[in-house]
């Protein structure tokens, strides 16, 4: 994916607030050395709290291998949510708090590279850069410059229950075709617990936008385009992406039977709880539904996962989802800073993250995961996956819920064409703004 550049007049009036944005380093002024044993001073670090719960091994091993070559710099490390986390980030930056490290998703960071506010880093100080993931690469990528590291990458595939499929088909095989699946499902429906009315086959979320832009790009069509005239527009109510959504709404009014309104962040409880034999997700997601307390420890080796097909006879194109790490632009400590991220996405770090079926940030390491069955569906999504707009308002439209909005309205009566039409009436006005 290349990324397109604005016109020159909009990014000079984006980077305008340079000087009024970025980290103050919440640790202090910081003493740092040519000898990395005599550099001192705190090192404030935000990671989300999927590390926290799924990885903490690896935050351990790299602080352990940190404070080896760094034992006078103190580690300040805090977990965010992804909830919170960017109102927390934008007031610590007005206030001059921010951390030194900071986690970004990589639908996230194009607000904060054209505000000023992440350091510029070599490509070539870090490890693998040379086979980073493009679509990762790409959101830390501006002008030529480099203003993150990627971290992970993710893809969406089908988790499903293969005790619930094998009984209803004969088969816990995953369908490979939609047609298939759809028969599939009909059959679990019919055979879901007696007097269980919220029991969803298929359980797809109303409001999810990330599944529904996937089927716009099954069909050919997108979120926004960028033009000859420099400006993004929203391009949602053009027939390709109109069948795109039109074609998800259906499958969730035909198969979610919970409250249509709900989101899809606590959907892989649905799936813990049997409430659902298949849901769109992340691989790791499987595990999560399997753990307690939101999950059931007897599903361990039900859940299995394997790629969702598409209307047109290939897979469902995936958003290639993920994070990125970067040192705050005002930073105290942005060499100790920067070494702290080289470790954190070396070799080793990303094996460690291979080994829990999450995806590297690199090709090279990838390659394995495509043929071991916990993620194969997963890995080999990430070539032909989507990405939100590269834009500067992209942030903006995530936030105040256009997407959402939009299909919420469809799923409460209002025509397809109409819903559309207001979504990129609300880009048009967001996307190519910063704030």
Not at 61 to 67: I, L, R, S
Not at 290 to 298: L, R, S
Not at 302 to 320: C, T, Y
Request: proline letters at 5%; hydrophobic letters at 40%.
């Amino acid at each position: 994916m290349k990324r397109k550049l604005m016109a020159a007049s909009v990014v000079t009036a984006l980077v305008a607030g340079l000087a009024a944005c970025g980290s103050g380093g919440s640790g202090g002024p910081a003493k740092q050395s040519a000898d990395p044993r005599a550099t001192s001073g705190t090192l404030t670090i935000w990671l989300m709290n999927d590390a926290q719960s799924s990885w903490p091994e690896l935050v351990q091993q790299v602080n352990d291998e940190f404070a080896k070559t760094y034992p006078n710099v103190t580690i300040k490390l805090s977990y965010q949510t992804w909830a919170d986390k960017v109102n927390n980030l934008d007031t610590a930056l007005a206030q001059g708090t921010a951390p030194d490290v900071v986690e970004l998703g990589n639908t996230e960071t194009m607000k904060y590279i054209l505000g000023g506010s992440l350091l510029e880093e070599n490509k070539a100080d870090f490890e693998n850069s040379d086979a980073w993931i493009r679509g990762l690469e790409n959101t830390c990528d501006y002008n030529g410059k480099l203003y993150c590291v990627p971290y992970y990458a993710g893809a969406r595939v089908a988790v499903y229950n293969s005790t619930m499929l094998q009984q209803a088909t004969g088969s816990a095989d995953f369908p490979k075709t939609e047609d298939e699946l759809r028969a599939a499902m009909d059959k679990v429906q019919q055979g879901a617990p007696k007097g269980d009315k919220s029991f969803s086959a298929l359980y797809l979320p109303g409001p999810y936008w990330y599944a529904a832009m996937s089927y716009v790009a099954a069909y050919g069509g997108s979120i926004a385009k960028f033009d000859a005239a420099g400006n993004w527009h929203g391009t949602l109510e053009d027939p390709k992406a109109q069948q795109g959504i039109q074609h998800f709404v259906e499958l969730v009014k035909k198969y979610n039977h919970n409250d249509l309104t709900v989101n899809e962040l606590n959907q892989s409880d649905v799936l813990g709880k049997q409430k659902a034999a298949v849901i769109y997700g992340n691989g790791w997601e499987a595990g999560k539904a399997a753990t307690p307390p939101g999950g059931d420890a007897a599903l361990k080796d039900v859940l299995k996962v394997a790629g969702f097909p598409g209307p047109n006879g290939k897979p469902l194109p995936s958003f290639i989802g993920g994070s990125d790490l970067a040192v705050t632009a005002k930073s105290n400590v942005s060499d100790v800073a920067k070494a702290w991220i080289k470790l954190f996405t070396s070799t080793k770090s990303e094996a460690l993250l291979a080994s829990k079926n999450i995806l590297p940030n690199n090709l090279t390491q990838l390659d394995a995961l495509k043929y071991r069955p916990e993620t194969a569906a997963a890995a080999n999504a990430v070539p032909d996956a989507w990405f939100t707009p590269l834009a500067p308002g992209w942030a903006q439209v995530e936030k105040q819920n256009v997407l959402v909005d939009m299909l919420n309205s469809i799923l409460a009566g209002k025509s397809v064409d109409e819903a559309t039409k207001a979504a990129d009436a609300q880009i048009n006005q967001l996307i190519n703004n910063q704030s």
